[in-house]
């Protein structure tokens, strides 16, 4: 299972102060040193974190995997063609939202988003798409062609008790649907170093994408061992060990 760091907060940090520190693309380097396995950001249209900058750089350093989140809009399809990311994951965009709320509503039929899908598919570049864990979500996005889904674990995280198992029944139903169909499942949002086992422990789950809780943990003690606690988390759960 492999570990895709998000570093758009550290890009959050620069932007307090409007200077150049701390760099993600820096960052982006030592995390990849400290065991990731891939690096995310999330290019929003506002730039409110990274920028175009931020990406054009991480394209030239990142030897791993290269995950752009993006809203299917002209303008970031443009970039993504561009720059050649090894995996785009569609996600929803809101001005207003903290963070990204919710998946992808797949309920109908949305032209531009199957346009964006078969023009990144063209050039060779895999496409994921962020869904919230329901099985007809999972169905929706095999029917429309994505290489992988990304399952949103983001109302498991934030629940508690019963809550949370119903949850986590939510997120194994809906890995189980996309290994049925032969979707790559991916899983992210609001996990951290108190909830991921129950995740992580999934084994058929590709990947997890995992970025606030890293990054604050890395304010503290670096991102050296931010990185490094995580991993072996997610290795511990595979093996069973809780
Ligand atoms: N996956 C997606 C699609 C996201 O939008 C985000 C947040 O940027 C994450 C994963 C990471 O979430 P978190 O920062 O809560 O770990």
Redesign the pocket.
């Known amino acids: 299972m492999i570990l895709s760091v998000?570093i758009?907060h550290i890009a959050t940090l620069r932007n307090a102060r409007g200077g150049k520190e701390p760099d993600p693309v820096v960052a982006a380097s030592i995390a990849m040193l400290s065991g990731a396995d891939g690096i995310?950001l999330?290019l929003r249209e506002d730039r409110r974190h990274v920028n175009d900058r931020d990406l054009r750089l991480l394209r030239e350093v990142v030897n791993t995997e290269l995950n752009l989140?993006m809203a299917a809009t002209e303008e970031m399809l443009a970039i993504a063609l561009s720059v050649k990311p090894d995996l785009v994951?569609i996600?929803p965009e809101k001005r207003q939202e903290l963070?990204?709320e919710g998946g992808m509503d797949l309920s109908t039929v949305d032209e531009f988003l199957l346009k964006t899908l078969k023009a990144l598919q063209g050039q060779g570049i895999p496409v994921s798409i962020?869904i919230n864990p329901e099985i007809k979500d999972v169905e929706a996005a095999h029917r429309m062609g994505f290489d992988m889904i990304?399952i949103h674990t983001?109302f498991y995280a934030d629940s508690i008790g019963k809550r949370r198992d119903k949850e986590h029944i939510r997120i194994l139903e809906a890995v189980r649907t996309g290994n049925d169909l032969g979707l790559k499942t991916n899983a992210?949002?609001?996990?951290n170093y108190f909830n991921v086992t129950n995740i992580a422990a999934i084994e058929t789950i590709r990947g997890l994408?995992?970025?606030?809780?890293i990054m604050s943990r890395a304010i503290l003690v670096g991102i050296k061992q931010a990185v490094k606690d995580m991993k072996i988390l997610i290795k511990d759960a595979g093996r069973g060990l809780k």
């Not at 992210?188 to 996990?191: I, N, R, T």
């Open positions: 998000n758009d995310t999330h989140e994951t996600v963070t990204t962020f990304e983001g992210g949002h609001g996990l994408y995992i970025g606030h809780s």
